[in-house]
């Protein structure tokens, strides 16, 4: 299950339960409208509440983040799982996207509203 809120900076996107294809989708067009709309978009991504993924969707995230790496700001992922550490870390390096590791929402919030340096 996926929740997806705009925010100044871009969107927060919490995830719960098992993270699917169908999940992903609907992220892709909410993270493609807002960066038509407002350039490139930070986004916080909370996966405190994932449980688990579908290879599906892991796939498409590698091919979607490989097509539009240069459409988005930063990432601030909020994790608490070992193996979600590990598999948000290894989507990062394979998409080369500037992403910065949180232990909760407000602390990432916080790093995603402070200006971003010169």
Same mark, same amino acid.
């Given at each position: 299950?996926?929740?997806?809120?705009?925010?100044?900076?871009?969107?927060? #996107?919490?995830?719960?339960?098992?993270?699917?294809?169908?999940?992903?989708k609907?992220?892709?067009q909410? $993270? $493609?409208?807002?960066?038509?709309? &407002?350039?490139?978009?930070?986004?916080?991504?909370? $996966?405190?509440?994932?449980?688990?993924?579908?290879?599906?969707?892991a796939?498409?995230?590698?091919?979607?983040?490989?097509? &539009?790496?240069?459409?988005?700001?930063?990432?601030?992922? #909020?994790?608490?799982?070992?193996?979600?550490?590990?598999?948000? %870390?290894?989507?990062?390096?394979?998409? %080369?996207? %500037?992403?910065?590791y949180?232990?909760?929402?407000?602390?990432?919030?916080?790093?995603?509203?402070?200006?971003?340096?010169?």
């Amino acid at each position: 299950m996926i929740s997806i809120r705009e925010q100044d900076y871009g969107l927060d #996107v919490a995830l719960f339960n098992e993270f699917t294809l169908g999940d992903f989708k609907l992220l892709e067009q909410a $993270l $493609l409208k807002r960066a038509e709309e &407002h350039g490139k978009p930070d986004v916080l991504l909370d $996966l405190a509440g994932m449980k688990d993924f579908t290879l599906d969707m892991a796939m498409e995230e590698v091919r979607f983040m490989r097509a &539009h790496e240069n459409d988005f700001g930063r990432f601030a992922i #909020v994790r608490n799982d070992v193996w979600i550490n590990l598999a948000a %870390h290894i989507s990062g390096l394979l998409t %080369h996207t %500037h992403a910065q590791y949180f232990d909760s929402v407000e602390e990432a919030q916080a790093w995603l509203q402070r200006p971003v340096a010169a």
